[in-house]
């Protein structure tokens, strides 16, 4: 994920997002309103309404079905692109960009100026009706310019999922190689500086299972630290993995939405092959027999 600058060397800020430790309790979400509902910041931002009006977002991402299911929470903000299409619709200075990095929507010539809302790709400028000005999470700018180190949303984490920090180009782009970010849509070629930990795989499907044996009479038993290969006819990897007490097992990391898989069980010197299907998404096969 290169990232070009041009001549700047200047720090700035930018948000890391672990999903694997974002638990939806929405502290984050809550410190923003409790910041600005009612609040008005000269130069920064006008006030958003008590209710409504959310400029940080938890969505849901939900993989597998029936007793077999996992929950990823993935927080979303402005991602203060560096090369950002809302600063480019908004040519008079309506929404611009700070050396810091920080992209800032102007409470006063932003006034009026609802086209602006539908300039951002991923969504996230929102509508204030009340004082009629579009509206994004700007890195509480009032509270970095006053001193703080972070911003409120990062500071209320409990989990200390989000993570914020001011850095240099090369020093930014170290971190994201060394800790394997991504972004959200890189497709669409705007440079965000909000970067996610464990996105690639909450967003990838998921394949789960149960393996048991027939031990007669009618009884089934788990089967516990049995090996379980996964076949992927869309790339043609094997992946395998353990069972665990509850002979249950989970692959995750298949990025193809549909493929052709094959399951086998390696077992005292022995591998069986206990399931053959499509698969479309994520899928939960239930019980295998081995």
């Given at each position: 994920m290169e990232r070009d600058h041009g001549e700047s060397s200047m720090s700035g800020w930018a948000l890391i997002i672990d999903v694997s430790l974002c638990i939806n309790c929405r502290n984050c979400v809550i410190a923003t309103k409790d910041e600005y509902a009612g609040n008005a910041f000269p130069g920064y931002s006008a006030p958003h309404p008590p209710e409504g009006l959310e400029t940080i977002r938890i969505e849901r991402h939900v993989r597998g079905e029936g007793s077999l299911i996992d929950v990823t929470y993935i927080p979303k903000t402005c991602n203060h692109c560096d090369d950002a299409p809302c600063v480019k619709a908004a040519a008079d200075g309506s929404i611009y960009k700070r050396p810091d990095g920080v992209v800032v929507i102007d409470p006063v010539k932003s006034r009026g100026r609802r086209d602006l809302v539908k300039t951002c790709p991923y969504g996230m400028i929102e509508w204030n009706d009340q004082e009629q000005v579009p509206q994004n999470w700007n890195f509480?700018?009032?509270l970095l310019d006053a001193g703080w180190k972070e911003p409120r949303c990062a500071q209320a984490?409990?989990?200390?999922?989000?993570?914020?920090?001011?850095?240099?180009?090369?020093?930014?782009q170290d971190i994201v190689e060394k800790e394997h970010l991504s972004v959200i849509h890189p497709e669409f070629g705007t440079k965000p500086r909000v970067f996610y930990r464990n996105l690639d795989d909450a967003l990838s499907h998921l394949v789960a299972g149960n393996v048991c044996e027939d031990i007669g009479d009618g009884r089934l038993r788990n089967l516990e630290g049995v090996e379980v290969v996964l076949h992927d006819s869309a790339d043609g990897s094997e992946r395998?993995?353990?069972?665990?007490h509850f002979g249950d097992f989970r692959f995750s990391g298949l990025t193809s939405q549909s493929s052709v898989?094959?399951?086998?069980?390696?077992?005292?010197g022995t591998e069986k092959i206990i399931a053959a299907r499509e698969r479309t998404g994520s899928v939960n096969l239930g019980t295998l027999m081995y």
């Open positions: 509480d700018a009032h984490c409990p989990t200390r999922a989000i993570r914020a920090l001011k850095a240099e180009d090369a020093e930014l395998s993995t353990t069972t665990d898989i094959e399951l086998r069980v390696r077992k005292d």
